[in-house]
T-cell receptor, first 111, second 112 residues
Framework: DAEITQSPRHKITETGRQVTLACHQT?????MFWYRQDLGHGLRLIHY???????NKGEVSDGYSVSRSNTEDLPLTLESAASSQTSVYFC??????????FGPGTRLTVL | QKEVEQNSGPLSVPEGAIASLNCTYS??????FFWYRQYSGKSPELIMF????GDKEDGRFTAQLNKASQYVSLLIRDSQPSDSATYLC????????????FGTGTQLKVEL
């Protein structure tokens, strides 16, 4: 079955380290999105991509980067992790429309 | 003013009752509206989407859209304890492409 997966599911890291969260989808969707979810803020868009080699900043992109080298993957990199980036991260994808399907999430703790 | 607003709850309803969840949005030009359900510790799961004014029914769920008043509602009939979750409203804002803007969610508790 087609699906969207994220890895790792849980990650603990230290301040200043580079961290990469993986997102992989087998639906062949063009659109992929990264969100973070924090209490009181709901889901906030970090970065998104509408296709290979296309990346765009969302509302909370500072300190994060993404790259899209193929249709299936959109890894999210925290260049220098900060305690403020402790959160739950969700990846989502959609086809040509706007209905998004979410991955299981990654819980990141930055100490 | 937030772009998408929801009452955080919790909204408590007895089992078998109708649960009514509301969402307002600020962008009058918004065209696409979504309801997601999120269980604690899990990812958002799509329940319904609605594009046109009026009601859209799917099983026990009914989405209602009123563009003139800028609100979208989700009704859950015959509420079950398994419906206890946080319900997220999402909107595609004007010029937003395929991006969703989410409300902070309403926690629903269905009590026995």
């Amino acid at each position: 079955d087609a699906e969207i997966t994220q890895s790792p599911r849980h990650k603990i890291t230290e301040t200043g380290r580079q961290v990469t969260l993986a997102c992989h989808q087998t639906w062949n969707h063009n659109n992929m999105f990264w969100y973070r979810q924090d209490l009181g803020h709901g889901l906030r868009l970090i970065h998104y991509s509408y296709g290979v080699q296309d990346t765009n900043k969302g509302e909370v992109s500072d300190g994060y980067s993404v790259s899209r080298s193929n249709t299936e993957d959109l890894p999210l990199t925290l260049e220098s992790a900060a305690s403020s980036q402790t959160s739950v991260y969700f990846c989502a994808s959609s086809d040509s429309g706007d209905t998004q399907y979410f991955g299981p999430g990654t819980r990141l703790t930055v100490l | 003013q937030k772009e998408v607003e929801q009452n955080s709850g919790p909204l408590s309803v007895p089992e078998g009752a109708i649960a009514s969840l509301n969402c307002t949005y600020s962008d009058r030009g918004s065209q696409s509206f979504f309801w997601y359900r999120q269980y604690s510790g899990k990812s958002p799961e799509l329940i319904m989407f609605i594009y046109s004014n009026g009601d859209k029914e799917d099983g026990r769920f009914t989405a209602q859209l009123n563009k003139a008043s800028q609100y979208v509602s989700l009704l859950i009939r015959d509420s079950q304890p398994s419906d206890s979750a946080t319900y997220l409203c999402a909107v595609v804002l004007t010029g937003g492409g395929n991006k969703l803007t989410f409300g902070t969610g309403t926690q629903l508790k269905v009590e026995l």
